[in-house]
């Protein structure tokens, strides 16, 4: 707590992902709260709620309800998945695996949301109460992304759609806890579900300027 004495505004970067994280972010807001902070600005994710497809989408709703309680004046980032990352979910081989059929995810680039965060930040007051959806202009499948990282990097990248059964005996070499998995297979399945799949105009609507594509992103990588 006495690392947020004289806090005024607090930028809360969700912890990582872990079996605990929702209690340490529980702990940190309280602390927060004790030190008189009086604004949190907070990385949530897209579509955050009680029931969400992706697993930590429900932490996020839950510190969402935490922070919202706790007296202090609020405004939430709800960042879809990242567009930066997406390169990385392919195998050595090339091929990203996981079970999101058809699905569509409306990526956003991090540089994107840290452009919003500082506008906020700037300015909290006028943010106070408000949540953002952030998002990229477009949705795209998986299979699109998968093409998109081919045509910018040169090289052979596939999507191929796993069914659940796949997608937990592909990742059972890691021997990571059942919520790691959990999470990492809902990942793909809250993208089948739709549920990742609309466009907000949020990223604009806050810094005036348009969101990046994945396209954008992967050249500027």
Same mark, same amino acid.
């Given at each position: 707590?006495?690392? *947020?004495?004289?806090?005024?505004? *607090? ?7 872990? !079996? ?8 940190f807001v309280?602390?927060?709260?004790? !030190? ?10 897209f579509? !955050?709620a009680p029931?969400a497809?992706?697993?930590l ?5 839950h ?18 998945? %990242?567009a930066?990352v ?10 990203i ?5 058809d699905g569509?995810?409306?990526?956003v680039?991090r ?8 506008v906020v930040? #700037? ?30 990097r ?8 796993? #069914?659940?059964?796949?997608? %937990? ?6 021997n ?30 806050? #810094? ?5 594509t *994945?396209?954008e992103?992967?050249?500027?990588g």
């Amino acid at each position: 707590m006495r690392a *947020l004495r004289g806090v005024d505004v *607090l930028f809360m970067v969700s912890g990582a992902e872990s !079996a605990t994280r929702l209690g340490e972010h529980r702990t940190f807001v309280d602390a927060a709260a004790a !030190a008189g902070v009086t604004h949190v600005v907070y990385t949530s994710f897209f579509g !955050a709620a009680p029931d969400a497809t992706f697993t930590l989408a429900r932490d996020h709703f839950h510190t969402e309800q935490h922070v919202a309680a706790s007296g202090m004046d609020h405004t939430f980032l709800r960042d879809n998945f %990242y567009a930066d990352v997406m390169e990385h979910f392919a195998g050595e081989d090339g091929v990203i695996r996981g079970p999101a059929g058809d699905g569509r995810v409306s990526l956003v680039a991090r540089a994107d949301v840290a452009r919003v965060a500082a506008v906020v930040l #700037t300015d909290p007051a006028s943010h106070a109460g408000r949540s953002y959806d952030l998002t990229g202009p477009e949705a795209l499948s998986m299979a699109e992304v998968a093409a998109a990282i081919a045509e910018v990097r040169g090289r052979a990248v596939t999507f191929h759609d796993e #069914t659940l059964d796949e997608a %937990y005996a592909s990742r059972a070499r890691w021997n990571v806890p059942d919520w790691q998995n959990d999470a990492w297979v809902s990942t793909y399945t809250a993208i089948a579900s739709g549920e990742l799949s609309r466009v907000s105009e949020d990223v604009e609507r806050v #810094t005036g300027r348009r969101a990046m594509t *994945l396209r954008e992103v992967l050249r500027a990588g």
